[in-house]
Nanobody, 127 residues
Framework: QVDLVESGGGLVQPGGSLRLSCAGS????????LGWFRQEPGKEREFVGG????????DYTDSVKGRFTVSRDIANNMMYLQMNSLKPEDTAVYYC????????????????????WGQGTQVTVSS
């Protein structure tokens, strides 16, 4: 079990940037596959991006490729989501997630594949 806490959300104008942070405690991120998800009211939680346990693989959903970047800081048990060129359709609650299952280098895109979740942080893109 790892405790996850997101921060960095807020209100930003279209075209702007935000950096979300996810702090983990209780288990090392070096042993986890990590992911970012987002959820709009009434919709299912959607995969945004994630990083494999080794760090050698980073995947994104198509709608954020080229705009969002996932990174991690193993020494400080942190994960980040740099979001650039934000659009109104990026508005959602963003969650970080972790799993310690043996995934053999993959990055799952389904919420059910992750066992640990943060409380979420609201991102609103509006003028």
């Amino acid at each position: 079990q790892v405790d996850l806490v997101e921060s960095g959300g807020g209100l930003v104008q279209p075209g702007g940037s935000l950096r979300l942070s996810c702090a983990g405690s209780g288990r090392p991120f070096s042993s986890a596959t990590l992911g970012w998800f987002r959820q709009e009211p009434g919709k299912e939680r959607e995969f945004v991006g994630g990083i494999s346990k080794s760090g050698s693989r980073i995947d994104y959903t198509d709608s954020v490729k080229g705009r969002f970047t996932v990174s991690r800081d193993i020494a400080n048990n942190m994960m980040y989501l740099q979001m650039n060129s934000l659009k109104p359709e990026d508005t959602a609650v963003y969650y970080c997630a972790a799993t310690y299952r043996p995934l053999w280098g993959g990055v799952p895109t389904t919420a059910s594949s992750y066992d640990n979740w943060g409380q979420g942080t609201q991102v609103t893109v509006s003028s």
